[in-house]
C-alpha cells in the first residue's frame, strides 16, 4: 500500500526536525519529490539561465517525468525515513567488534580483510528465510553500510545459496489474520529490499549453490554475483500464485530483454548458472571445485582498492536509477500484498507445506 495523504504530511513535518543538514542533493530531491506529490509532473515554464538556483529546482521537479503523485509521496516518505534513521544513528563508523550479533544463529556476519560478509546459516532448510533472518538482513545491511569494510558480501552455507522465502512464514496467521499477516510481510518485504537498493558499497553475491524467488530477484540490485557451475536460478512466482518482488519487473527485463525475463517470471523457467551468466544477470561463473578458493582470492584483492573511489563509483553507476527502484518496490510489494491474500497463493503454498509438490 502506498504512503497516505497523513503520512506524507507527517513526513514533510519530520524533515524540519532533522539534527543533521542533508546536503544540497538530497535537499534537492525532496524539493523535486514534494513538487511532484502535490502538484504532479512539471508544469511551469523553464526558468532562464540566470536564475540558476530555479532553473536546478526545475531541472530536478522536470527530471521525475510522469512519476504519479502517490508513489512521488512514497519516495518522499521513504527518503525522509531514511534522512531520520541515520540521523538518528550513534556513530558513522561501526568497527566489527561492536557490531550487533543478529538475534537468530541462522545469519552469521563476520568481518575480515576489508570484506564483510553476511552468510545465510540455515542448511538443513536450504537458506530459506524466516521473518527473523528478513529483519536480521536490514540489520546486518545498514551496519555494513557504516563499518569499515570496503565490500560486501552475502552468501550461503551447505549446498543451496537460498531457497528463497520460508513458505511456512505464511502459516503463522496474527491475530489480524490474513489481511494482518499480508499487510505486515508487505510492509516487511519492501523495507528489506529498499536496504539492497540504497546499498551505498559495493555489494556481492557469492551464489554456493542453487537459488530460489527472492533470493534471484534481489540480484539485479547487486554489483557483481558470482556463481559456482552447481548453481541454478529459478522464480516460480505463477506456480506459487505470487508475482515478482525485488524490483526483478523492473531489473530483469533490463538485464536480459523483456522476453527473456517473461520466461523466467511469468512461467518459472529455470536457469542454469552458464544461461543466468550469458543473460548477463550473473558475473562469472567457477567450477564448484575451486569456487571459493578462486572467488575469495578476488574479493580480497577487490577489498584493497580505495573505498571511497568504489564508493563513488558505484553512486555514479546507481543513483539515477534509485526513485525508480523506490517507486518499482512499493509497487510490487503492494500488489504481493493482495496476491498474497488469494486463493491461487494459498492453495500452492498448503500444497508444498502437504509435500504435495516440490518445485
Ligand atoms: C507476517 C509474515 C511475514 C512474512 C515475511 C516475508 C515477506 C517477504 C516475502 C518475499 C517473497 C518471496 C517469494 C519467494 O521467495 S518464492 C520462492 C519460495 N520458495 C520455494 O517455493 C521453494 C520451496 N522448496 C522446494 O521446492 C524444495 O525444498 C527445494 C528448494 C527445491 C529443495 O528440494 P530438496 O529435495 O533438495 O530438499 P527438501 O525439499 O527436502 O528441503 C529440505 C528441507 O528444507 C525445507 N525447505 C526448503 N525450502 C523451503 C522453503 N522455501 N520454505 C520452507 N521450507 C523449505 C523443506 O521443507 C525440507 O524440510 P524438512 O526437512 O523439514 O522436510
Not at 210 to 233: E, K, M, N, Q, W
Request: charged share 25%; aromatic share 8%.
Amino acid at each position: 500500500m502506498l504512503a497516505s495523504q497523513k503520512d506524507f504530511n507527517n513526513a514533510v513535518s519530520q524533515v524540519k526536525l532533522l539534527k543533521e543538514d542533508p546536503g544540497n542533493e538530497v535537499k534537492l530531491k525532496l524539493y523535486a519529490l514534494y513538487k511532484q506529490a502535490t502538484e504532479g509532473p512539471c508544469n511551469v515554464p523553464k526558468p532562464g539561465m540566470l536564475g540558476f538556483i530555479n532553473k536546478t529546482k526545475w531541472d530536478a521537479w522536470n527530471a521525475l517525468g510522469s512519476l504519479s503523485k502517490e508513489a512521488a509521496r512514497q519516495n518522499y516518505v521513504d527518503l525522509v525515513s531514511r534522512l531520520s534513521a541515520s540521523s538518528e544513528s550513534p556513530s558513522p563508523e561501526a568497527p566489527a567488534a561492536d557490531r550487533k550479533q543478529p538475534e537468530s544463529d541462522s545469519l552469521v556476519v563476520t568481518s575480515e580483510d576489508g570484506i564483510t560478509t553476511i552468510r545465510l546459516n540455515r542448511p538443513a532448510k536450504k537458506n530459506a528465510l524466516t521473518t527473523q533472518m528478513y529483519r536480521d538482513i536490514i540489520a546486518a545491511l545498514q551496519a555494513a553500510s557504516k563499518d569499515e569494510s570496503a565490500i560486501t558480501v552475502l552468501t550461503g552455507s551447505g549446498d543451496y545459496y537460498c531457497s528463497g522465502n520460508d513458505l511456512t512464514n505464511f502459516t503463522h496467521l496474527p491475530a489480524g489474520g490474513l489481511e494482518e499477516m499480508a499487510r505486515s510481510a508487505a510492509a516487511l518485504l519492501r523495507d528489506f529490499v529498499n536496504c539492497f537498493i540504497d546499498f551505498p558499497k559495493p555489494l556481492v553475491a557469492v551464489v554456493n549453490g542453487p537459488a530460489v524467488g527472492i533470493s534471484v530477484t534481489i540480484l539485479g540490485l547487486f554489483d557483481v554475483v558470482y556463481a559456482t557451475d552447481r548453481a541454478s536460478f529459478h522464480t516460480p512466482f505463477s506456480h506459487l500464485g505470487q508475482s515478482p518482488e525485488g524490483c526483478s519487473s523492473y531489473t530483469f527485463p533490463k538485464i536480459m530483454g523483456s522476453s527473456k525475463a517473461a520466461e523466467m517470471l511469468l512461467f518459472g523457467k529455470k536457469l542454469t548458472a552458464q544461461e543466468a551468466c550469458a543473460q548477463g544477470l550473473v558475473t562469472e561463473v567457477f567450477p564448484d571445485g575451486t569456487f571459493q578458493k578462486e572467488v575469495w582470492a578476488r574479493l580480497k584483492a577487490y577489498s584493497k582498492l580505495p573505498p571511497n573511489a568504489m564508493r563513488i563509483s558505484k553512486q555514479i553507476i546507481r543513483n539515477r536509477e534509485k526513485e525508480k527502484l523506490h517507486a518499482v518496490n512499493a509497487e510490487e510489494s503492494s500488489v504481493l500484498r493482495e496476491r498474497w491474500q488469494s486463493d491461487e497463493c494459498m492453495n500452492a503454498i498448503a500444497s508444498f507445506l502437504s509435500r504435495k509438490v516440490k518445485l
